[in-house]
T-cell receptor, first 113, second 113 residues
């Protein structure tokens, strides 16, 4: 089945450790996105990539890093510099930009203790 | 900066009743998306509206974008327990050219059998 796969679903890490969230899509989409969801704040854009080997910062990129070495993969690293990393992270993709429908994965829960 | 206001924040209806959720912006909406989310899960795409006055329907859900493109409504007819969840509206913040979405804070819908 075509779709967006995020892993792991649940992740616990100690404060100060970096953690990488995986996002893979087999929809042949050019654009991919990472959003963060916190209670009462809706979704906020962390990073996005319109094409392989290119990515741009979103609204809350500080403390995060990404790579886009393959079209189907867009991993997100939450670094120790992120002050409040505990959140629900959502990966998304679209065929392109400018009015193309954006589809989301099932999300990953990250808890930092 | 553009913000999306959703109302109501939460809603409890009896099964079989109709309901409406609103999404309002202070600026013109380009690429207005409606998604449904179960708590802790990914977003399910419902509909996307782009033109002023546009209306789309899928099963018992109808979404409209007003002529001025500053308000959208989501109407559910004869609600069922399967309609329960969080409804989110999202809009392209850069005039429809980038797919960088901003989101409302969501409307929590509960349907009582």
């Amino acid at each position: 089945d075509g779709g967006i796969t995020q892993s792991p679903k649940y992740l616990f890490r100690k404060e100060g450790q970096n953690v990488t969230l995986s996002c893979e899509q087999n929809l042949n989409h050019d654009a991919m996105y990472w959003y963060r969801q916190d209670p009462g704040q809706g979704l906020r854009l962390i990073y996005y990539s319109q094409i392989v080997n290119d990515f741009q910062k979103g609204d809350i990129a500080e403390g995060y890093s990404v790579s886009r070495e393959k079209k189907e993969s867009f991993p997100l690293t939450v670094t120790s510099a992120q002050k409040n990393p505990t959140a629900f992270y959502l990966c998304a993709s679209s065929r392109g930009v400018g009015g193309n429908t954006i589809y989301f994965g099932e999300g990953s829960w990250l808890t930092v203790v | 900066s553009q913000e999306l206001e959703q109302s109501p924040q939460s809603l409890i209806v009896q099964e079989g009743k109709n309901l409406t959720i609103n999404c309002t912006s202070s600026k013109t909406l380009y690429g207005l998306y409606w998604y449904k989310q179960k708590y802790g899960e990914g977003l399910i795409f419902l509909m996307m509206l782009q033109k002023g006055g546009e209306e789309k329907s899928h099963e018992k859900i109808t979404a409209k974008l007003d002529e001025k493109k500053q308000q959208s409504s989501l109407h559910i007819t004869a609600s069922q327990p399967s309609h329960a969840g969080i409804y989110l509206c999202g809009a392209d913040k850069m005039g429809g050219a980038t797919n960088k979405l901003i989101f409302g804070t969501g409307t929590l819908l509960a349907v009582q059998p």
